[in-house]
């Protein structure tokens, strides 16, 4: 087993928060989780609450706070990350990609920690380039609805580079494209969870627009493994992680009904303001970098995710 590390993981009750607290504790570290539990639930992490090595505490990051001890790393997580949520959440996740990132920088600083930060592929905006890579700069509307969460990430970033040039923080960035699986919840308002539980049950699929914007669909196990590669690399560049298959809304609605054997059809809104007509990673750099591309199948990942909706609707 590796050396044993004190980590920090913000947001650490929330959908992947919570999925990297569990890999984490597997590799034998100390796993402090905190998460003021604005969109994150202690449920997430109650099957860890009996393991000596994890400690869940409440706690706003973009309030001042800090952690007795050594520490080893902080991966920042936390952040409203659905658009329902950020639109619900709108200062809050302005304070959390600007404080919040802020708070953790200087603690990284001070304990000598490495810093991860969860940036999103939302900072490409409605992108005018496909694939998107590392060096596009993005086409992002600073004062549409969408704006709260998207600058809060580059503001992050920005910040981020700047700890890393000036302050000498060993500071990484990863892009995380869309991704996910069992934790998400019911009414997260992201595209795979809205068609899972309108399609278990019986429900219209919502569809904005005409379906042929494209989204590319990853695995939450791979996108753990590909931040636990970033976390222990040397890069400290910004790194895409994400399924590179791409596919339109349509086509993933067609899967979704398919696999559940739903009796659903399609319903159509219209298209939301600056939702991105494309959305395609490109991986090059993981691979090359880190080693990293995803495993999982996209019906494979599906159906871990059907099995988790299905017995969450059974349990409400």
């Given at each position: 087993?590796?050396e044993?590390k004190?980590?920090?993981v913000?947001?650490?009750?929330g959908f992947?928060?919570s999925?990297?607290?569990e890999?984490?504790?597997?590799?034998?570290h100390q796993?402090?989780?905190?998460?003021?539990?604005l969109?994150?639930?202690?449920?997430?992490?109650?099957?860890l609450k009996?393991?000596?090595?994890?400690?869940?505490?409440k706690q706003?990051v973009?309030?001042?706070?800090?952690h007795?001890g050594?520490?080893a790393a902080?991966?920042?997580m936390?952040s409203?990350?659905?658009?329902?949520?950020?639109?619900?959440?709108p200062?809050?996740t302005?304070?959390?990609?600007?404080?919040?990132?802020?708070?953790c920088?200087?603690?990284?600083?001070k304990k000598?920690?490495v810093?991860?930060?969860?940036s999103?592929?939302?900072i490409?905006?409605?992108p005018l380039e496909r694939?998107q890579?590392?060096s596009y700069?993005?086409?992002?509307?600073?004062?549409?609805?969408?704006?709260?969460?998207?600058?809060?990430?580059?503001?992050?970033?920005?910040?981020?580079?700047?700890?890393?040039?000036?302050?000498?923080?060993?500071?990484?960035?990863?892009?995380?494209?869309n991704?996910y699986?069992?934790?998400m919840?019911v009414e997260?308002?992201?595209?795979?969870?809205?068609?899972?539980?309108?399609?278990?049950?019986?429900k219209?699929?919502?569809v904005?627009?005409?379906?042929?914007?494209?989204?590319?669909?990853c695995?939450v196990?791979?996108?753990?493994d590909?931040?636990e590669k970033m976390?222990?690399?040397?890069l400290n560049?910004?790194?895409n992680?994400?399924?590179?298959?791409?596919?339109t809304?349509?086509?993933l609605?067609?899967?979704?009904?398919?696999m559940?054997?739903?009796?659903s059809?399609?319903e159509?809104?219209?298209?939301?303001?600056?939702?991105?007509k494309?959305?395609?990673?490109?991986?090059?750099r993981?691979q090359r970098?880190?080693g990293?591309?995803p495993?999982v199948?996209?019906e494979?990942?599906?159906g871990q995710a059907?099995?988790?909706?299905r017995?969450q609707?059974l349990?409400?």
């Amino acid at each position: 087993m590796a050396e044993s590390k004190n980590i920090l993981v913000t947001g650490g009750a929330g959908f992947l928060g919570s999925h990297l607290c569990e890999r984490l504790l597997s590799g034998g570290h100390q796993v402090t989780a905190l998460d003021n539990f604005l969109t994150g639930s202690p449920d997430n992490v109650e099957h860890l609450k009996g393991n000596t090595r994890f400690k869940l505490v409440k706690q706003d990051v973009s309030k001042p706070f800090d952690h007795a001890g050594p520490l080893a790393a902080i991966l920042h997580m936390a952040s409203p990350a659905s658009p329902p949520d950020y639109m619900r959440y709108p200062i809050e996740t302005l304070d959390v990609g600007s404080l919040g990132t802020r708070n953790c920088l200087e603690l990284a600083y001070k304990k000598k920690a490495v810093f991860l930060m969860a940036s999103t592929s939302e900072i490409y905006g409605d992108p005018l380039e496909r694939p998107q890579a590392e060096s596009y700069w993005g086409n992002v509307n600073s004062v549409g609805p969408r704006s709260v969460y998207d600058e809060a990430k580059r503001f992050s970033e920005a910040l981020t580079m700047a700890y890393y040039r000036y302050k000498q923080v060993d500071a990484k960035i990863i892009r995380i494209f869309n991704t996910y699986g069992p934790r998400m919840g019911v009414e997260d308002g992201r595209v795979i969870p809205n068609f899972i539980t309108q399609a278990l049950l019986n429900k219209p699929l919502t569809v904005y627009g005409d379906g042929s914007q494209t989204r590319s669909y990853c695995y939450v196990a791979d996108l753990v493994d590909g931040i636990e590669k970033m976390l222990w690399s040397k890069l400290n560049e910004p790194v895409n992680l994400g399924n590179s298959n791409e596919m339109t809304v349509l086509q993933l609605a067609d899967v979704i009904i398919q696999m559940t054997g739903s009796k659903s059809t399609i319903e159509r809104h219209p298209l939301p303001p600056d939702d991105p007509k494309v959305r395609c990673p490109d991986i090059t750099r993981a691979q090359r970098e880190l080693g990293w591309e995803p495993r999982v199948g996209l019906e494979e990942g599906l159906g871990q995710a059907i099995s988790y909706f299905r017995s969450q609707l059974l349990n409400k």
